[in-house]
């Protein structure tokens, strides 16, 4: 029997055990890790895409766990999480590739500091690490510049946006219900539930996981929890062109400077052929606040720069940026430890807050810890049904010649180029939109497929993949939105202007 | 798997494409097949909906889709072999294409393939506006193939950045389907496009343009809200104090174009650093023996009728190539100074004639352009009036040459 | 009272300087033609302008065909003009030269199509 909230919305009927509050790499890995049991389990987020905000805008790594402070919990998830990948990327059947690491130092300072987290990292339990002098650099990354550095084998590099919507995937393949443009507004108590009202629905659940990243502040004071500040602190990135990704075998960082809160400005490979440069560390107000600068685009270059002599100006393709979700602010500096917390006041309610960098490496043991404590407080019983197995967007470019021809004959939308940089095919696209946790944003679509990354970011296709949205999602033209709400690309037919 | 030989593919049916299969078909070579990824023949003239098409060729002022028909009137009645909607995706230096279409994955072999693939534009990320990233953020062709292939209309209130003729033909455009167009800004002292665009699509709007100027910032985090311009210096810094706000949904770009090579990489063809085109010589021979290339894949030009004169040009080569196995060996480099961006072709054989392309970096008024061999002038052009907009060509007759020494053009105030 | 012009008849789009006195040109220089010479003239009584936009079309294979004017038309009247093309929506097929509006607020110029566009072979009434 459904009822209408006190605000207006229809009450869902299904009562469920666990709603998960945010679909970035952390809520997608405990939604996951939750469908391995037999529990309702719903997603609620608040975009338009799973995977919106900072899980998506970071270098991509694989981090070793090295950085962290013994004893933390961002230590111990971190070297989990790094240890455990294989399986993983296996499962997910997603790219990944454990390049190792360089960071790099240049005098005597440096050195005692590469000693010290060498020393962090074996107390870690990491792996391998070693300090080594010029010529080893040179022999493991001959273009990167250093007097001597700590190399890592361990570290990794993969696509973000691609591994959390395959944990978002495998998650509703195991029956987890994903509620994309669902913002949570508020929640209340009430029958030994929680209501959690969005402006489209209202749902009752029995769990709450508070996965909101950035406004997990927001989300954990909505449960009367005022601990915690969430401090926006933004990177801004560029990314280069694939002609200099082949000068970059692995990643290459500074000796970090603790006080500044940030790894430093790095240079990463992606997992694409890319490289990517920066991020800076920058307090700021908004927690939407996006926009680059042109100071700090002068200063990637620089620095840049430093570490990897061959940075030049043509390689440039585009700059995006991130924001940190920090625990600390600009007075304090540094780090705050991850904070997962279930409090005996606030009953059934799991707080993840804070989860900045290595919260990439670190979201599937957080999740196994989600469940760890959700199992102190009730028996979970398995879901036989599991498969941990997930296969995502077939890249039409990385078959061989023979297998594009049988699959061109299989589906001729394969044999419709749609992305001419990046070879995307019409057939790709079209999954893009309708696979079960499909979308229609220009955006959402480049995520999944890689169109629009290449040379031209969509001078060719967008008119098309514009086109397609109409097509398939039978829109009219004003409805067409780029990534979020409120981002509509078009006015209207040329003859409503 | 079949792989279908052929005499000559020519990769890309829009104006320089058409005019070479053209070309060949008249002079006897029938075994030729056009590749175009669209539905349609015509490449980007089917966008260009307003006139001065064909104001040299036809003597007429035609709409870009009209200049393109006269050359698929012609193809068709030649009976010339082509087909759409089918996109290269690999080409090799052994002149092997790999194409793509719905009916499946096809095979050539060519003789000889001409690369006439167009070119792409300058995007937002390569000139790294500072600010948001919101909906509404255009570049110009993009913005022109909304309005004219798709009928979308992309915006209500608009600034254009680059005076790139693109983008002045688009403030036009949108003026006359009733958006408003604020204002034109320039990084350059000086307008990119045509004079006589500024005139018919600028001042008859009194579409103000802003010279050294350029987009600081972009507001709006859905959609675009309103962007900052300030003035620069002579080294294209923003000036301090100079910021100015403006209100609009939509940014258009037109901030250059270039020419669009992944596939000529793919076979090994040496590109000119300065102009991203292949390095040909006199016959439009690139670095590969057999592949060739022109217009815009070759250099960015601005009037299409010199793209159907050059392409013709590189089909009587082609022709010669096919029936005698090779052209002559074009070992002459033709240099230039710094005031020039490049020229075209890169090097000749002082065996027969031809014409060099170039244009000047910076606006000139009253100069001499010579062409130098050895230190000697061999040839000598007056021009009241050079601007990097309008491409130059001068034409060289091979008994006008010296020697067998590199060619050096210069550019020289009177 | 010289005026500085830019002829737009060609590509060429010449600079040229002209002496007018009274709306009439007595002295020209850096016209490559003499059409530069009719266009200042022209501009001085009743410049004139063509112009290129699109009309819907129906049951086309494509949504669009260009059309542009036979005539250059008084630049005054140019938004006059687009409102009388705006009003048209035209069925497929349409053929290049085809004439859509005859002689256009009877201003000696015919609106024709520049594009061609065959019927959609499945048409839906959207």
Redesign the interface.
């Known amino acids: 029997m459904l009822q209408l909230s006190i605000q207006g919305v229809m009450t869902v009927e299904k009562i469920y055990d666990v709603i998960i509050v945010g679909s970035g790499v952390v809520g997608s890995a405990v939604a996951r890790e939750l469908s391995r049991y037999k529990l309702n389990i719903a997603v609620l987020e608040k975009e338009l895409d799973v995977c919106s905000e900072t899980s998506g805008r970071n270098s991509g790594v694989l981090h070793a766990g090295f950085n962290n402070r013994t004893g933390s919990l961002m230590a111990k998830y971190c070297v989990e999480g790094c240890l455990g990948f294989d399986q993983v990327a296996k499962e997910l059947n997603i790219p990944f590739k454990r390049t190792g690491k360089m960071v790099v130092g240049f005098n005597e300072e440096d050195l005692a500091k590469l000693k010290s987290l060498k020393e962090q990292g074996d107390k870690n339990g990491v792996p391998g690490l070693e300090i080594v002098g010029k010529d080893q650099i040179k022999s493991l990354a001959p273009h990167i510049g250093g007097e001597f550095a700590l190399y890592s084998p361990m570290t990794g590099i993969l696509n973000p946006f691609i591994y959390t919507i395959a944990l978002a995937e495998n998650a509703h393949k195991n029956g987890a219900e994903f509620f994309l443009d669902h913002e949570v507004t508020s929640i209340h108590r009430s029958e030994n539930l929680y209501w959690v009202n969005t402006k489209k629905q209202q749902f009752r659940t029995k769990w709450v996981i508070n996965c909101a990243g950035l406004n997990s502040d927001k989300i954990a004071k909505m449960f009367g929890i005022d601990d915690y500040t969430i401090y926006p602190c933004r990177g801004e990135y560029f990314i280069l062109d694939q002609k200099a990704g082949q000068y970059l075998e692995m990643p290459a960082y500074p000796v970090p400077n603790i006080k500044v809160g940030g790894l430093g400005i790095h240079i990463t490979p992606s997992i694409d052929g890319n490289i990517l440069v920066g991020p800076s560390t920058e307090y700021i107000d908004e927690k939407d606040n996006y926009a680059s600068t042109q100071k700090i685009m002068d200063l990637l270059i620089q620095d840049g720069g430093k570490i990897f002599p061959y940075l030049k100006r043509e390689y440039f393709i585009r700059n995006f940026t991130g924001i940190r979700p920090k625990l600390v602010g600009e007075n304090e500096g540094g780090y705050a430890d991850f904070v997962i917390e279930k409090r005996k006041s606030i009953p059934n309610s799991i707080h993840l807050v804070g989860i900045e960098s290595p919260g990439l490496t670190s979201a599937i043991p957080l999740a196994r810890r989600v469940v760890e404590l959700i199992a102190q407080d009730q028996s979970l019983t398995e879901n036989k049904n599991f498969d941990p197995d997930q296969k995502g967007i077939m890249n039409f470019k990385e078959q061989t010649t023979e297998m594009k021809r049988t699959l061109i004959e299989k589906d001729a939308n394969y044999g419709e180029i749609i992305c001419r940089c990046e070879t995307i095919t019409k057939a790709e696209i079209l999954e893009a939109i309708h696979n079960p946790l499909g979308v229609d944003t220009v955006v959402g679509i480049k995520n999944r497929t890689r169109a629009m990354m290449g040379r031209c970011q969509g001078g060719y296709c967008q008119t098309r993949i514009s086109e397609l949205i109409l097509e398939e999602k039978m829109k009219s033209e004003s409805e067409i939105l780029y990534s979020r709400n409120g981002s509509n690309m078009f006015v209207g037919k040329v003859r409503s202007l | 798997?079949t792989v279908s030989k052929r005499e000559v593919i020519i990769i890309g049916g829009g104006p320089a494409g058409l005019a070479a299969a053209v070309k060949l078909k008249q002079l006897g070579i029938h075994d030729l097949l056009i590749i175009e990824?669209e539905k349609e023949l015509g490449g980007i003239l089917?966008q260009c909906?307003?006139?001065?098409f064909g104001?040299?060729r036809f003597k007429e002022?035609?709409?870009g889709?009209?200049y393109a028909?006269r050359f698929k009137e012609e193809v068709l009645k030649l009976g010339i072999d082509y087909i759409t909607?089918t996109?290269v995706?690999e080409i090799s230096a052994d002149k092997q294409i790999?194409a793509?279409?719905?009916?499946?994955?096809k095979t050539y072999q060519s003789k000889a393939i001409i690369l006439t693939m167009g070119c792409?534009?300058r995007?937002?990320?390569?000139i790294?506006i500072?600010?948001?990233?919101?909906?509404?953020v255009y570049?110009a062709?993009?913005a022109q193939?909304?309005?004219?292939?798709?009928?979308?209309?992309?915006?209500?209130k608009v600034v254009i950045l680059g005076s790139g003729d693109i983008g002045l033909i688009m403030a036009r455009?949108?003026t006359?389907?009733?958006?408003k167009v604020e204002a034109v800004f320039e990084l350059q002292p000086y307008p990119s496009g045509?004079?006589?665009n500024?005139?018919?699509c600028l001042n008859?709007y009194s579409i103000p343009l802003f010279l050294s100027h350029t987009v600081?910032?972009?507001k709006g985090?859905?959609?675009l809200e309103g962007i900052t311009v300030s003035q620069v210096d002579e080294r294209f810094k923003?000036i301090p104090g100079t910021e100015k706000d403006y209100e609009c949904d939509t940014l258009i770009l037109s901030v250059g174009l270039i020419p669009?090579n992944?596939l000529s990489l793919l076979a090994g063809v040496e590109l000119d650093e300065r102009t991203k085109g292949p390095k040909v010589d006199e016959n439009f021979q690139t670095s590969v023996k057999g592949i060739f290339a022109a217009g815009n894949v070759l250099h960015v030009h601005?009037?299409v009728?010199y793209v159907s004169l050059e392409a013709e040009n590189l089909a009587q080569n082609v022709a010669i190539y096919l029936n005698n196995g090779e052209l002559d060996h074009c070992s002459i480099n033709i240099e230039t100074d710094l005031n020039f961006g490049y020229t075209v072709p890169q090097h000749i054989s002082a065996k027969k004639d031809f014409k060099v392309s170039m244009r000047v970096k910076k606006p000139y008024r009253n100069c001499r352009i010579d062409i130098l061999q050895s230190g000697h002038i061999i040839k000598s052009i007056k021009m009241?009036?050079a601007i990097p907009a309008?491409m130059i060509q001068i034409p060289v007759k091979w008994h006008e040459l010296k020697n067998f020494e590199t060619l050096k053009v210069v550019v020289v105030n009177d | 009272m010289i005026k500085e012009f830019t002829c737009i008849i060609c590509p060429n789009g010449c600079d040229i300087e002209a002496d007018i006195e009274n709306g009439r040109v007595l002295f020209t220089e850096g016209e490559k033609c003499k059409r530069g010479i009719t266009y200042i003239e022209q501009e001085l009584i009743n410049p004139q302008r063509n112009i290129a936009t699109s009309i819907e079309v129906m049951g086309g294979h494509l949504p669009l065909a260009s059309v542009r004017l036979t005539a250059p038309i008084p630049k005054d009247r140019i938004f006059d003009v687009m409102e009388e093309i705006k009003k048209i929506k035209i069925e497929a097929p349409v053929s290049i030269g085809q004439i859509i509006i005859c002689d256009v607020l009877s201003l000696n110029s015919d609106v024709i199509a520049t594009k061609e566009v065959n019927k959609a072979e499945n048409f839906t009434v959207q």
Not at chain 2, 49 to 52: P, R, V
Not at chain 2, 145 to 156: C, D, P, Q, R
């Open positions: 798997m990824r089917r909906i307003h006139d001065g104001l040299t002022a035609l709409s889709p009209e028909q909607d996109t995706i790999i793509a279409s719905k009916e499946g994955l792409r534009e995007t937002h990320g390569a790294s500072p600010g948001a990233r919101p909906a509404g570049t062709g993009v193939a909304y309005m004219n292939l798709k009928n979308i209309a992309i915006g209500k455009r949108m006359l389907e009733g958006a045509l004079p006589r500024i005139e018919q008859d600081t910032n972009i985090t859905s959609r923003p669009e992944e601005d009037l009728d009241r009036k309008e």
